[in-house]
């Protein structure tokens, strides 16, 4: 085909795709309109605030979710965690041997299991507030994560990426201790109570630096980060998942559980109770003349 015919066909099929255009623009002017204005609100929704803040919402709602965690510490010792996080009020359960929890922490309550019953009771309970004032920690949870991250402005999309065989946004953001303690001022998404404690978890941090990626259906999927405090940095790599289906962190029969204060106390007791025994026997021998325990 030479220049003038492919000059001509090109000329004909521009003129049929405006045409084509046209009669479109001119027949569905509505629909057009509607779904710019789609694309334009679904664009907005990618952005890293929103994103974050619409996941920390969803997230919130669920309550549990289940996680895989590598912890490690500033001198390189890894631990290996697994188990249960929930959020508002932090709970964490770990179950490191596949069989159930062998660890409950409710608040500032934790319930150790051993497997050698004392008194017939074979979880133990520690109470952590010894002064009427709870304390504070970052939990770890993904409530926790996204909570730091609200009303950030370093916070950035990396991109898409597979996390275990799904599709996963990605987001960074490296924060200091400054911007900790500013995290959800701007936006106030979240309750004025869990504010106020997240910002006294963080008040030792340093640093912290976050990757986070959050799947398709809205959860976080993973989250990396690096905790800098005056005493080095904590590494720790997390997996979350079954959110809204995992089963609530609950805390084992209040009659299979014995009072670590209780316990110690009993100990205490009897301790006492032998020393005044071996008083009392020293004293004896003492005025029989045979010098007492320590001897003559």
């Known amino acids: 085909m030479n220049t003038a015919v492919l000059t001509r066909a090109g000329i004909a099929a521009a003129g049929a795709a405006l045409l084509v255009g046209g009669l479109t623009a001119c027949g569905t002017g509505k629909a057009d309109g509607k ?19 619409a996941s920390y919402a969803k997230t919130v709602a669920a309550k549990f ?9 500033g001198s390189g010792k890894t631990e290996q965690l697994s188990g249960t996080k929930g959020w508002y009020p932090s709970t964490t359960a770990i179950d490191d041997k596949g069989d159930g929890a062998n660890q409950v922490m409710i608040g500032d309550v934790v319930y150790t299991h051993s497997d050698k019953p004392l008194e017939g009771k074979s979880w133990m309970k520690m109470n952590l ?4 004032k709870p304390r504070s920690r970052f939990n770890d949870d993904p409530a926790d994560y996204l909570a730091v991250l609200l009303g950030q402005q370093k916070v950035t999309l990396v991109g898409t990426e597979q996390i275990d065989g799904a599709e996963a946004r990605h987001f960074k953001a490296a924060l200091t201790n400054a ?3 500013a995290a959800d001022e701007s936006t106030k998404v979240m309750e004025a109570a869990n504010r106020q404690y997240l ?4 008040k030792e941090y340093t640093s912290l630096d976050v990757d ?17 405090t005056k005493d080095g940095t904590t590494k720790v790599s997390a997996k979350f998942s079954g959110y809204g ?3 609530p ?8 559980v014995a009072d670590f204060d209780e316990v110690m106390k009993g100990i205490d007791d009897k301790l006492k109770g032998v020393d005044d025994t071996l008083k009392e026997a020293d004293k004896t021998l003492k005025d029989a003349g045979l010098g007492g325990l320590g001897g003559s």
Request: proline share 6%; hydrophobic share 35%; charged share 25%.
């Open 35 to 53: 779904g710019d204005a789609k694309t334009a609100e679904a664009a907005k929704a990618e952005t890293p605030a929103e994103a974050v803040k």
């Open 65 to 73: 979710a289940t996680y895989g965690m590598t912890i490690t510490s």
């Open 129 to 132: 507030n010894k002064d009427g």
């Open 179 to 181: 911007d900790l303690l």
């Open 199 to 202: 910002h006294e978890a963080l």
């Open 212 to 228: 986070l990626w959050i799947g398709k259906d809205g959860y976080p999927v993973r989250v990396d980060s690096a905790q800098g």
């Open 245 to 247: 289906t995992t089963a």
């Open 249 to 256: 962190v609950s805390a084992p029969p209040a009659d299979q």
